[in-house]
């Protein structure tokens, strides 16, 4: 997750650190998103942060099954 999001921030020019402190969201906490799972709330404030659906997001970083 904290992958795509660096990937798409840094093709918008954006840094890591600036999507937290505009959302409101604490120093790291992106950064932690590889070791534990956000609220969908979060995610999808970063997502409209970014302009992009959620789903761009979270590619790659579900395994296995579906989510209900």
Known sequence: LYENIKDIATR???S???IETDLKLGKAV?????R?????????RVAGY??????ELIKG?????TNG
């Open 16 to 18: 890591i650190n600036k």
């Open 36 to 44: 534990c799972r956000p609220s969908v709330d979060k995610v999808a």
């Open 61 to 65: 970083d579900i395994r296995g099954g």
């Open 12 to 14: 918008k020019g954006v």
């Open 50 to 55: 970014l302009e992009v659906p959620i789903e």
């Open 30 to 34: 992106i950064s932690k998103w590889n």
